[in-house]
């Protein structure tokens, strides 16, 4: 089955800085690739997604890279800002073969001010 | 407005005895399912429905059961309960394959 590594688990940034999370997985017939945003106390939320027909997508500060030969997709946030803190998931399934969505660890992310 | 409702919020409860967690859409979403979330393994997902009558095992079935007798509603059923199943236990619902997940709010239940 699908095994999705999410790094890092953790990343503290400066307000205003840009953070990076990457993500691998390993079926290479997964097609869908969303991130989810999880604020304390509350359940996952999605932020971005993108298919496998799509290397990049935007959402203003929010972009998502796919890379489908290495197996990668990473979730770049632009001019952070304290609210962006959370904890984040990367996620991936197959939608031919009706698999649902197998998540990574996640990554708490601090904005610090 | 439409939403996913997850009742109880929190439970306590003891060893081997029979637990479930209620998980309710007003969606009208075919694809259900339940993940539970612990320190330092994300989200996990347990089972999963694709409709009426529907239910798949997940990565970590072990211990849980799940029924779909109806599109709104897929209760997860612990049918021992053991203190590894202490967990925060989310339920999700989408569309289709392939769209946005809308998650609960969670049940965090503790086994003692």
């Known amino acids: 089955g699908e095994n999705v590594e999410q790094h890092p688990s953790t990343l503290s940034v400066q307000e205003g800085d840009s953070a990076v999370i990457k993500c691998t997985y390993s079926?290479?017939?997964?097609?869908?690739f969303p991130w989810y945003k999880q604020e304390l106390g509350k359940g996952p939320q999605l932020i971005i997604d993108?298919?496998?027909?799509?290397g990049e997508k935007k959402d203003q500060r929010i972009a998502v890279t796919l890379n489908k030969t290495a197996k990668h997709f990473s979730l770049h946030i632009t001019e952070t800002q304290p609210e962006d803190s959370a904890v984040y998931f990367c996620?991936?399934?197959?939608?031919?073969?009706?698999?649902?969505?197998?998540f990574g660890k996640g990554t708490t992310l601090s904005v610090s001010s | 407005d439409a939403e996913i409702t997850q009742s109880p919020r929190h439970k306590i409860t003891e060893t081997g005895r029979q637990v479930t967690l209620a998980c309710h859409q007003t969606?009208?979403?075919?694809?259900m399912f339940w993940y539970r979330q612990d320190l330092g393994h994300g989200l996990r997902l347990i089972h999963y429905s694709y409709g009426v009558q529907d239910t798949n095992k997940g990565e970590v079935s072990d211990g849980y059961s799940v029924s779909r007798s109806n599109t709104e509603d897929l209760p997860l059923t612990l049918e021992s309960a053991a203190s590894s199943q202490t967990s925060v236990y989310f339920c999700?619902?989408?569309?289709?394959?392939?769209?946005?997940?809308?998650f609960g709010q969670g049940t965090r239940l503790t086994v003692v």
């Open positions: 969606w009208n979403h075919n694809n």
């Open positions: 996620a991936a399934s197959q939608h031919q073969a009706g698999t649902a969505l197998i």
């Open positions: 993108i298919r496998s027909n799509v």
């Open positions: 999700a619902s989408s569309t289709a394959l392939n769209t946005e997940a809308f």
């Open positions: 079926d290479s017939a997964s097609n869908y």
